[in-house]
C-alpha cells in the first residue's frame, strides 16, 4: 500500500542528546514536510523539500536539521539546541508545491525529553 | 504575516444534528482551502478541498463553503454521528505558496 510511515511512534530523549525521525514515502511525491503539533496548537512548519538535495526553513526551525538525499527519505534530526522538543511530530508529503491537492500525513512520532 | 482562525476550541452537538465549523483567516487571500480530520494520537486526513471560484463544496454529508469577501469558510457535517467526533483542521497555503498552514483546530464531540 502507498503511504507514508513514520518511526518510531515514540521516542524518549535524554536532555543533551541529538535524534533522529525517519519519515518514509512511497507515493512518488516531490514535495515533503516536516510539522510539529503540541497541545492547544496547530501543526506548525518545521521544515519543508520541494525536490531532492534541496530544503528550505519554516516557521520553527531554530534547534532542527534535516536531509533530503532521497526522493522517498526526508528525516528530521531533533538537536541539544531545541530548547523545548516534546511535542508530536508529524511528516506530510504531496505530489508537488503547488497544494492545490491534498497532504498526505503519517502517523506521527511522539518525543518525550526524560 | 498570513493568520487563520477557527472560532472554537470545541463543540458539543447532538447525533442527527448538523455541525457547523467556522475558519477565519487574515492578511491575504488563498487561492484554496482545505481540510482535514484528526483523530488523536494519528496524522490529519484529508476531507475536501475549495478554490476561490467555487462558493460550495459537497462530499456525502459533509459540505464546505468558501465566502472570499468575508475571508470565511464554514464546515457542515449533517446527520452527525458520534463517528464523526474528531478535530478538524482548517488549512491554507502560505503566501509563499509552498506549505500549507493550519489553525488550531476545532474539537467536535457528538452525543448519541
Known amino acids: 500500500d502507498g503511504g507514508i510511515t513514520q518511526s518510531p511512534k515514540y521516542l524518549f530523549r535524554k536532555e543533551g542528546q541529538n535524534v533522529t525521525l525517519s519519515c518514509e514515502q512511497n507515493?512518488?511525491?516531490?514535495?515533503m514536510y516536516w510539522y510539529r503539533q503540541d497541545p492547544g496548537q496547530g501543526l506548525r512548519l518545521i521544515y519543508y523539500?520541494?525536490?531532492?538535495?534541496?530544503?528550505q526553513k519554516g516557521d520553527i526551525a531554530e534547534g532542527y536539521s534535516v536531509s533530503r538525499e532521497k526522493k522517498e527519505s526526508f528525516p528530521l534530526t531533533v538537536t541539544s539546541a531545541q530548547k523545548n522538543p516534546t511535542a508530536f511530530y508529524l511528516c506530510?508529503?504531496?505530489?508537488?508545491?503547488?497544494?492545490?491537492?491534498?497532504?498526505?500525513f503519517g502517523q506521527g512520532t511522539r518525543l518525550t525529553v526524560v | 504575516s498570513q493568520k487563520i482562525e477557527q472560532n472554537s476550541e470545541a463543540l458539543n452537538i447532538q447525533e442527527g444534528k448538523t455541525a457547523t465549523l467556522t475558519c477565519n483567516y487574515t492578511?491575504?487571500?488563498?487561492?484554496?482551502l482545505q481540510w482535514y480530520r484528526q483523530d488523536p494520537g494519528r496524522g490529519p486526513v484529508f476531507l475536501l478541498l475549495?478554490?476561490?471560484?467555487?462558493k460550495e463544496k459537497r462530499k456525502e454529508r459533509l459540505k464546505v463553503t468558501f465566502d472570499t469577501t468575508l475571508k470565511q469558510s464554514l464546515f457542515h457535517i449533517t446527520a452527525s454521528q458520534p463517528a464523526d467526533s474528531a478535530t478538524y483542521l482548517c488549512?491554507?497555503?502560505?503566501?509563499?505558496?509552498?506549505?500549507?498552514?493550519f489553525g488550531k483546530g476545532t474539537t467536535l464531540s457528538v452525543s448519541s
Open positions: 506530510a508529503s504531496s505530489i508537488s508545491r503547488g497544494w492545490n491537492t491534498e497532504a498526505f
Open positions: 507515493l512518488n511525491h516531490d514535495a
Open positions: 523539500s520541494q525536490i531532492v538535495n534541496d530544503f
Open positions: 492578511n491575504y487571500s488563498p487561492a484554496y
Open positions: 475549495i478554490r476561490e471560484n467555487e
Open positions: 488549512a491554507l497555503v502560505n503566501q509563499a505558496g509552498t506549505a500549507l498552514i
